[in-house]
């Protein structure tokens, strides 16, 4: 079993910057494919990054080139490091883990992830 605890959520202000980080217990975190997500009251959660054993990250369009994942097995930890934050990225945002190598076509796929962190959440407001 694995058990996740998101922090470093908050209220920033557009163009800001603000680290998202995961922990996990429980299990090491170098056996888990990891991912974030997002989700907005009334919407659908949505896949933000992902980052495999092996340090391959995927990003959905909106967050390329303006989010970063990263891993810390040793740490048992996993970032997001989110920069020039938009009034959109406003959300709860969650990581999740699961035992599997994620591709390009299936690391959006929540159901795909069997360990998930209760959510921390990002304001972007001025």
């Known amino acids: 079993q694995l058990h996740l605890v998101e922090s470093g959520g908050g209220l920033v202000q557009p163009g800001g910057s603000l680290r998202l980080s995961c922990t996990a217990s429980?299990?090491?975190?170098?056996?888990?494919?990891l991912g974030w997500f997002r989700q907005v009251p009334g919407k659908r959660r949505e896949g933000v990054a992902c980052?495999?054993?092996?340090?391959?990250?995927y990003y959905t369009d909106s967050a390329k080139g303006r989010f970063t994942a990263s891993r810390d097995n040793a740490k048992n930890t996993m970032y997001l490091q989110m920069n020039s934050l938009k009034p959109e990225d406003t959300a709860v945002y969650y990581c999740?883990?699961?035992?599997?190598?994620?591709?390009?076509?299936?690391?959006?796929?929540?159901?795909?992830?069997?360990?998930w962190g209760q959510g921390t959440q990002v304001t972007v407001s001025s």
């Open positions: 429980g299990s090491s975190y170098s056996e888990y494919g």
């Open positions: 999740a883990a699961d035992r599997s190598r994620y591709d390009g076509e299936s690391w959006y796929e929540q159901d795909l992830y069997d360990y």
């Open positions: 980052i495999n054993i092996d340090g391959t990250t």
